[in-house]
C-alpha cells in the first residue's frame, strides 16, 4: 500500500510540474513575443513620423512641446528596439547552444537580462520634458502613444518575468 501511495504521489508531482511548464512560454514562444513586440515597435514609430509629416511637426512648430515628445518618444522606441534585440540574441543563443552552462555562464545570463530590465523600467520612468496637461490630455496623440508604448513595456517585462522559466534547464 505504502508503495501504491509513493508513486501515486509521483505521479502528481509530476503532472503537476507538466501543467506549471505548460503555462509558461517555452523557448520559440519567447522568441516570436520578441519578434512581436520589435514589430510593434516599428509600426508605432512609423504611425508617429507620419502623424508628424501630416501635422507638420517639424515645419510649422519644431521647438513645440508636442514636436519634442515625439522626439524623445522616438529616442525611447529606438532604445526599446535595441534592449529587445539583445534579450533576443541571449534567448536564441541560449536555446541553439548544445553544452550545458555552467553557474557562472547562467549567472552573467541572468545579470544580463537584470539589466535589460532595469533599463526597460527606466525608460518608461524617465520624465517627459513637457507641460504635463499635454501628457495629460486623453484625446491627444501624445497621450495614446505614451500610454500605447507604456504598456508595450509593461508588458514586456511581465512577459520576460514569465518565461525565465526557459534558463532553467
Known amino acids: 500500500m505504502k508503495r501504491y501511495i509513493a508513486v501515486l504521489a509521483c505521479v ?35 504611425h508617429i ?11 510649422k512648430r519644431p521647438y513645440s512641446d508636442e514636436y519634442v515628445f515625439f522626439a524623445d518618444l ?29 553557474k557562472d555562464e547562467k549567472t552573467y545570463i541572468f545579470d544580463r537580462i537584470d539589466n535589460i ?13 513637457i507641460d504635463k496637461s499635454l501628457l495629460e490630455d486623453k484625446q491627444s496623440a501624445v497621450y495614446q502613444n505614451m500610454t500605447a508604448f507604456n504598456d508595450r513595456i ?8 514569465s518565461s525565465l522559466i526557459v534558463f532553467q534547464r
Request: aromatic share 14%.
Open 154 to 161: 509593461g508588458q514586456l517585462r511581465t512577459f520576460i518575468k
Open 12 to 46: 502528481l508531482v509530476f503532472f503537476s510540474t507538466a501543467v506549471a511548464r505548460a503555462d509558461t512560454p517555452n523557448m520559440r514562444q519567447s522568441l516570436n513575443y520578441f519578434m512581436n513586440y520589435f514589430n510593434e515597435a516599428v509600426v508605432q514609430a512609423i
Open 49 to 59: 513620423k507620419e502623424y508628424q509629416e501630416k501635422e507638420k511637426l517639424d515645419k
Open 74 to 102: 522616438n529616442a525611447r522606441i529606438e532604445k526599446s528596439l535595441g534592449l529587445i534585440l539583445n534579450l533576443c540574441d541571449i534567448y536564441y543563443i541560449y536555446n541553439k547552444t548544445t553544452y550545458c552552462f555552467t
Open 117 to 129: 530590465m532595469d533599463s526597460l523600467q527606466k525608460v518608461t520612468e524617465t520624465p517627459y520634458n
